[in-house]
């Protein structure tokens, strides 16, 4: 019997309805050659020489495959925070081991919970795994509303987001607060605690994740090597997870996802590490100074704790965003609602604070 296929060539493959209302990521604008790139977090120094080597070192080996349990990371992960290694999962950027935690947890039906606004990652990675997203406003502090996300959580929530500190108002929980929070969840629901700007934080009130995972079965802490360790380009970032969840990321993960150009980046990040966080306390000093300058100048100024700043400026977004770019620095405007600027060079950030001090004599 001949077999009919229905459709035409020119209605072209069908794809999930599901992903019509998915909005694409919106990566900080490129700089040109002249700007000062402070639109992606990113960290501004260049990589170390023993990084650099090591990297260069696995770029003779492209021919092959990388390790694809990236055991020697893996273990350097483990032995650094003091976890068994079997509770350690990497991924291509922790984007995608937060990708792999909910495609382990949330389908069809299920909900995911996040603070709103925070890292735009988190409703699209919910609906392309078919899940729900339930955003829950900040509080007017610009900080996570964590009561207001209990009362969010339904029979069908799977998975609760809490970026700490959050991305893009810099806003950190303290321990208190957060053991409340996390002693509230029902234990079936796993709690992600993103920890991208983790070494960034000063403020002593703000609890590491590490330790709140251990005696936790249902949190996971999510750390990346882009930011404070400066290997964004090389795409490397890690769960630190109990079991089951840790085994469910290695087998929802992109198999050979993380090259090995970035495991042997990130083993050497590691080894290099007094220097790298030397950096990390110079951009925090540059935190220190912008953010007393936009309070000089008259802005309410989150205490970020984090390697970006942000000002809620609603309808003047843009073109503050169109101000700050004439002026040569490029920013993250989120139209509408405010611009998060990362602490860049310090060239980079003077013409920002300059063009803040012109803006807010304007306002
Ligand atoms: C809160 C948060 N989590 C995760 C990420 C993802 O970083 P990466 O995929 O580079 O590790 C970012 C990057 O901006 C972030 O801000």
Not at 35 to 62: D, I, R, T, W
Not at 261 to 269: E, G, I, K, N
């Amino acid at each position: 019997m001949e077999t009919t296929v229905s459709g035409t060539a020119a209605q072209g493959p069908r794809l999930r309805p599901s992903l019509d209302g998915i909005p694409t990521y919106k990566p900080g604008k490129p700089a040109g050659a002249d700007a000062y790139k402070l639109s992606s977090n990113e960290n501004p120094y260049p990589p170390l020489p023993g990084v650099l080597e090591s990297a260069v070192a696995a770029a003779g080996s492209f021919n092959r495959y990388p390790d694809m349990a990236a055991t020697a990371l893996t273990e350097e992960l483990a032995r650094r925070f003091g976890v068994p290694a079997e509770h350690v999962a990497t991924g291509t950027g922790s984007v995608s081991v937060a990708q792999s935690l909910v495609l382990s947890t949330a389908g069809p039906g299920d909900e995911v919970i996040f603070a709103w606004r925070s890292f735009e990652a988190y409703p699209i990675i919910t609906q392309v795994a078919g899940a729900t997203p339930v955003p829950v406003p900040l509080t007017a502090a610009e900080e996570h509303d964590l009561d207001a996300m209990l009362a969010a959580i339904t029979e069908r929530t799977r998975l609760i987001f809490v970026c700490n500190p959050n991305n893009p108002t810099g806003a950190a929980i303290h321990r208190e607060e957060l053991l409340r929070f996390l002693d509230a969840v029902p234990g079936d629901i796993l709690v992600v605690l993103d920890e991208a700007y983790r070494e960034f934080i000063r403020d002593e009130r703000v609890p590491d994740g590490i330790e709140l995972y251990r005696d936790r079965p249902n949190v996971c802490v999510l750390r990346t090597f882009s930011k404070a360790y400066g290997l964004a380009g090389l795409r490397v970032g890690f769960a630190i997870a109990h079991e089951p969840v840790a085994t469910a990321l290695r087998k929802t993960a992109v198999p050979f996802g993380v090259s090995q150009l970035a495991q042997d980046a990130a083993v050497a990040s590691l080894r290099a590490e007094d220097a790298l966080l030397e950096r990390v306390e110079s951009l925090v000093e540059e935190r220190t100074r912008v953010t007393a300058a936009l309070t000089g100048q008259g802005w309410t100024v989150v205490d970020s704790q984090a390697n970006f700043v942000w000002l809620r400026l609603g309808e003047r977004t843009l073109d503050f965003a169109a101000a700050c770019g004439a002026a040569g620095v490029v920013v993250r405007p989120f139209p509408g609602e405010g611009v998060r600027v990362s602490i860049g060079e310090v060239a980079g950030n003077d013409i920002f604070l300059a063009t803040a001090e012109a803006f807010r004599k304007e306002l």
